[in-house]
């Protein structure tokens, strides 16, 4: 069976790196798998990536005008949003023509239009969409947040400057989307069963084939390593504790870094011993900008792709936090896990279906610095009770994530849709 992923990217971002690793994952279990993006950033053979010109710069810089006018001219939720009205016609290319399945990723920013997604399913080859956010299934939003208007049909759209109208941008961008999957039929997986109960929810969505399957990981890849040894190829101290942070931009409101600051900050002022012993490791774009926000010690590290060099930082920490605000189901805490490094996160998105609350690591009341902060304490604070903690973690992981696993049930999926015995 061959089976052509499509993705924006084939490296950048949470989605990207989960379609790789589900290349992977079927290449390895005799799937002839191909990732086809708009962005490529390594040499992989198995990976396509469209020629780039100035066509592309422009088809992404097109959607965002028509986001800003529909915005009263505003920044706001700029980016927040996709409407898909340009994109490539991928149909006339041998890789799609070769393939027995199409399976859709992350496709935003110029990579498909609506009318290119038509195309594909008029084709009348088998789709699979996988879901890494809400896309999908709303108008124009990534995240409706607390909206629930695409339940129904997108209006009055909150991420349009001055909530937008009963016909505005997402209403139009509904009805589109709705067109196109009355017509046909795919199957929608989404990566946790948060998402796939707010996908089950919408309208869009009313009959058609929805099912969960999280992302796969390497588990022979991520797996726990000596500490000490770990510590030291990446340079970082051997006598303090250390707690790690990590995005691809650490700036990023929607990853909490306000959340971050307030807790550290509360924590060091219940137990002052962490001051000398505790220290932060972060990694991404802007990793610098919180040395001087945090009680305290800093190291910052450059975003990080080599997914080497990641296990052993996830190896050499002792805690993996993530104050994220907007969550699916976030490889880094399937990485840290897999690690055997416990996590602390918010009760938001997938991330209470990976984080089994004070079994494995710590689930944090959403949006509380305070909570976040007694969950960092709690994980730290008892060395007998870490390494269970650490070991029930890799553990989770093993059993749920592996490559193997998941492959498997995508495998079970294609056969199912394209006739075949599994």
């Known amino acids: 069976m061959r089976v052509l992923l499509i993705n924006t990217s084939e490296r950048i971002g949470g989605a990207a790196v989960a379609a790789s690793r589900l290349m992977e994952s079927l290449k390895n279990n005799g799937i002839k798998a191909k990732l086809l993006v708009r962005d490529k950033q390594t040499e992989q053979i198995s990976v396509v ?9 422009w088809k992404f810089v097109r959607e965002r005008i028509t986001i800003w006018r529909a915005n009263h001219f505003k920044k706001h939720n700029l980016f927040a949003v996709d409407i898909a009205n340009t994109g490539t016609d991928i149909t006339s290319l041998p890789e799609f023509n070769e393939a027995d399945v199409i399976h859709l990723h992350w496709i935003n920013q110029g990579m498909l239009s609506l009318k290119g997604i038509d195309k594909i399913l008029r084709s009348g080859k088998p789709v699979v969409w996988t879901m890494h956010d809400m896309w999908p299934c709303t108008g124009i939003c990534h995240h409706a947040r607390e909206c629930t208007n695409y339940e129904e049909g997108c209006h009055d759209c909150p991420f349009i400057y001055g909530g937008g109208s ?17 017509d046909h039929s795919m199957a929608f997986v989404t990566c946790s069963h948060w998402l796939e109960e707010r996908a089950r929810k919408s309208n869009l969505l009313t009959g058609k084939k929805i099912l969960s399957i999280p992302n796969p990981i390497n588990t022979n890849l991520f797996k726990p390593a000596d500490k000490e040894e770990a510590r030291e190829r990446c340079m970082l101290p051997q006598d303090k504790q250390l707690v790690l942070f990590g995005s691809v931009k650490i700036t990023d409101k929607r990853k909490g870094i306000d959340y971050l600051i307030e807790a550290c900050k509360i924590l060091a002022e219940k137990h002052p011993d962490y001051v ?23 190291y910052p590290l450059n975003y990080v792709r080599d997914e080497h060099r990641l296990v052993d930082i996830y190896n050499a920490v002792d805690l993996f936090v993530t104050p994220s605000l907007e969550e699916n189901l976030p490889n880094t805490i399937m990485e840290a896990m897999a690690c055997g490094t416990p996590c602390v996160g918010f009760h938001v998105g997938g991330i209470p279906e990976m984080i089994d609350h004070l079994h494995n690591g710590y689930v944090a009341q959403y949006k509380s610095s305070a909570d976040f902060s007694n969950g960092i304490h709690w994980v730290l604070s008892d060395p007998a009770e870490y390494h269970r903690l650490s070991e029930e973690a890799c553990r989770k992981v093993v059993a749920n994530y592996s490559e193997s696993i998941i492959a498997k049930k995508y495998i079970d999926l294609y056969n199912k849709i394209t006739g075949k015995n599994a």
Do not use: A
């Not at 009963?166 to 009355?182: A, M, P």
């Open 49 to 57: 990536g469209l020629e780039r010109s100035w066509l592309h710069i």
């Open 166 to 182: 009963k016909k505005d941008l997402s209403y139009r961008t509904y009805r589109k989307k709705q067109k196109i999957y009355k």
């Open 276 to 298: 000398d012993k505790l220290g932060v490791v972060v990694f991404g774009n802007q990793s610098g900008h919180l040395e001087n926000l945090l009680p305290f010690k800093v």
